[in-house]
């Protein structure tokens, strides 16, 4: 893949043998985001667990003290008193059935977080295909799928992300933008590997976090030393 000037120019100031701590590498990602849009910056983390073993899943959810930077769509499906809860907590999109079978005969996805009372996931469990290899799936262990769909919708609105990790052993997560500056990211960073390090899986042997790189959309990755953390 052939790489343009700008990119060629961000990868002679950074060390790829070297982990830099993160508040450096945070510097760098900025310093290097030449992009003409404000590019967003995503962190990749390989876990030293086996996914294919139910004891050694890592997945969560937590709030990052300065957002992500985007504007979240958040749609709510419950009834009566609680869905009025989650319209007034600002919930885009609020409904139960109606919202279920425009998903299934529309195919409309115009939402990035799905919010659901445990009483409605009988009917949401309907649209694990759809929703399942989008990543949208409400589940208790994101905090999507509770009885308190208010305090849900506004963690989400205030930066709620949610990690999870995938075939390959990786946690793709973003932590802002690269307009935030290095101070900000850096501290959405520590946010959210305290959260990936508490979520560590009582069966998981050996080194927990194996590497971890942090990168900006259009930028080159930083190798970030998790040494720190001693897991």
Same mark, same amino acid.
């Given at each position: 893949?052939? /790489?343009?000037?700008?990119?060629?120019? &961000?990868?002679?100031?950074?060390?790829?043998?070297?982990?830099?701590?993160?508040?450096?590498?945070?510097?760098?990602?900025? &310093?290097?985001?030449?992009?003409?849009?404000?590019?967003?910056?995503?962190?990749?983390?390989?876990?030293?667990?086996?996914?294919? /073993?139910?004891?050694?899943?890592?997945?969560?959810?937590?709030?990052?003290?300065? =957002?992500?930077?985007? &504007?979240?769509?958040?749609?709510?499906?419950?009834? +009566?008193?609680?869905?009025?809860?989650?319209?007034?907590?600002?919930?885009?999109?609020?409904?139960?059935?109606?919202?279920?079978?425009?998903?299934?005969?529309?195919?409309?996805?115009?939402?990035?977080?799905?919010?659901?009372?445990?009483?409605?996931?009988?009917?949401? +469990?309907?649209?694990?295909?759809?929703? =399942?290899?989008?990543?949208?799936?409400?589940?208790?262990?994101?905090?999507?799928? %509770?009885?308190?769909?208010?305090?849900?919708? @506004?963690?989400?609105?205030?930066?709620?992300?949610?990690?999870?990790?995938?075939?390959?052993?990786?946690? /793709?997560?973003?932590? +802002?933008?690269?307009?935030?500056?290095?101070? @900000?990211?850096?501290?959405?960073?520590?946010?959210?590997?305290?959260?990936?390090?508490?979520?560590?899986? &009582?069966?998981?042997?050996?080194?927990?976090?194996?590497?971890?790189?942090?990168?900006? %959309?259009?930028?080159?990755?930083?190798?970030?030393? %998790?040494?720190?953390?001693?897991?």
């Amino acid at each position: 893949m052939k /790489h343009g000037k700008k990119y060629q120019d &961000s990868v002679k100031l950074i060390d790829h043998l070297n982990q830099y701590d993160p508040d450096q590498a945070a510097q760098l990602v900025v &310093s290097t985001g030449k992009a003409k849009f404000d590019e967003t910056v995503e962190v990749s983390i390989r876990l030293g667990v086996d996914p294919r /073993h139910a004891d050694q899943q890592v997945r969560g959810a937590v709030v990052l003290p300065h =957002g992500t930077g985007r &504007s979240i769509r958040v749609l709510v499906i419950a009834k +009566g008193a609680k869905a009025d809860e989650a319209r007034a907590a600002g919930a885009d999109y609020v409904g139960d059935q109606d919202m279920i079978t425009k998903i299934q005969t529309e195919n409309w996805f115009d939402f990035d977080v799905v919010v659901a009372t445990p009483d409605m996931m009988g009917i949401v +469990g309907r649209l694990g295909k759809l929703l =399942g290899p989008k990543g949208l799936m409400p589940s208790p262990k994101a905090g999507t799928v %509770t009885p308190d769909v208010a305090k849900a919708v @506004k963690e989400v609105k205030a930066g709620k992300v949610e990690y999870r990790l995938d075939k390959t052993n990786i946690i /793709h997560c973003p932590i +802002g933008k690269a307009s935030f500056g290095a101070e @900000k990211l850096t501290q959405n960073f520590e946010t959210l590997m305290e959260a990936i390090v508490k979520a560590k899986p &009582s069966a998981a042997k050996g080194t927990y976090l194996k590497s971890c790189t942090v990168t900006s %959309t259009m930028g080159v990755g930083v190798r970030v030393s %998790t040494n720190k953390y001693g897991v």
